[in-house]
DNA sequence: AAATTCTCCTGAAGGC
DNA sequence: TGCCTTCAGGAGAATT
């Protein structure tokens, strides 16, 4: 599922392929996803330029003359680049119809949003309370630590809470944890500095590593619902019962939150 | 204020 | 083979 290298890596796409080109046609086939897209949106959008391209958090910005469409992949979106005139198959809701190409809003689901403000994005409801960006340098042990003190939910939670720290999700929350060798259930005020230090050390290196990965795979235009971008890399993902690979005690999982936890029991303190 | 639960949706997987 | 039921998950909204 997208989380930010999945959505860091389709705006680099985006960007290579259809910076400043020009709209001439949006096509919405359902307008009922997390919530309704914009009636107006075709007639908006007809003959404007795509200026900039940005993300914060999981959303992606993208700039026009008049405003900016923000778009939220939920969890089973993708965007596809696609030859013009390529035939519409199931779940795929809306083309944004540029000169030279299809850009293809795909997502089974339905989680997934496509909203236009005019104002400034930051200021908008769904952007203006998001926490830090992992990697920037904002994002560190110390501020982690500080965040940790005042709560009480296991540190797997806070790092998938996005007033905190945006864009990490529940894949990527339990192989940073994997990789810090924290326990995810850790109750988040009993972290000392030196682990919260980790934690931020290894969200970089496991988000990067991430984007590397699926710019790779996006690069080919290969990009779709089934392929993970970083499925070969997954330490504990998805693993439970499954030798840990760094000591081969078998992984264990709960229920943290409605969300699959895996962890070693044996390496994770 | 913080934590928990509910909600949207579809496809995959498991049980009988 | 086929029809259930369960689950997975992002994250805002509603409750506790």
Redesign the pocket.
């Known amino acids: 599922?997208p989380?930010l290298p999945e959505v860091e890596a389709t705006k680099l796409h985006l960007a290579q392929h259809v910076k400043t080109a020009v709209i001439q046609q949006v096509i919405i086939r359902c307008k009922?996803l997390?919530w309704p897209i914009p009636k107006h949106l075709p007639q908006t959008l007809k003959n404007q330029r795509l200026q900039h391209i940005d993300r914060r958090?999981?959303y992606l910005l993208l700039y026009f003359e008049t405003g900016i469409l923000l778009m939220?992949l939920?969890?089973?979106g993708y965007i596809r680049l696609l030859p013009l005139n390529t035939p519409f198959k199931?779940?795929e809701h809306v083309d944004l119809i540029f000169n030279h190409l299809i850009l293809r809003f795909c997502d089974?689901?339905?989680?997934g949003a496509i909203l236009w403000t005019i104002q400034s994005p930051y200021d908008h409801?769904?952007l203006k309370d998001l926490g830090v960006e992992p990697l920037s340098q904002s994002f560190n042990g110390h501020y982690l630590h500080q965040a940790s003190q005042?709560?009480?939910?296991p540190i797997k939670?806070l790092l998938?809470d996005?007033k905190v720290v945006t864009g990490i999700?529940?894949?990527y929350a339990n192989e940073i944890a994997y990789k810090a060798r924290i326990h995810p259930l850790r109750p988040?005020h009993t972290l000392h500095l030196t682990e919260c230090q980790s934690l931020a050390t290894a969200s970089k290196q496991v988000l990067k590593k991430a984007i590397q990965a699926g710019g790779t795979t996006i690069k080919d235009f290969q990009i779709n619902d089934t392929m993970g971008y970083f499925q070969q890399q997954l330490q504990v993902?998805g693993r439970q019962g499954l030798p840990c690979p760094r000591c081969a005690t078998l992984l264990d999982h709960k229920?943290l939150?409605?969300?699959?936890t895996i962890f070693c029991p044996q390496c994770q303190h």
Do not use: D
Not at 150 to 153: D, L, N, S, V
């Open positions: 599922m989380e009922q997390r958090g999981k939220h939920g969890m089973s199931k779940h089974p689901r339905r989680f409801a769904l005042t709560r009480g939910i939670q998938m996005h999700g529940n894949i988040a993902y229920r939150g409605g969300r699959i």
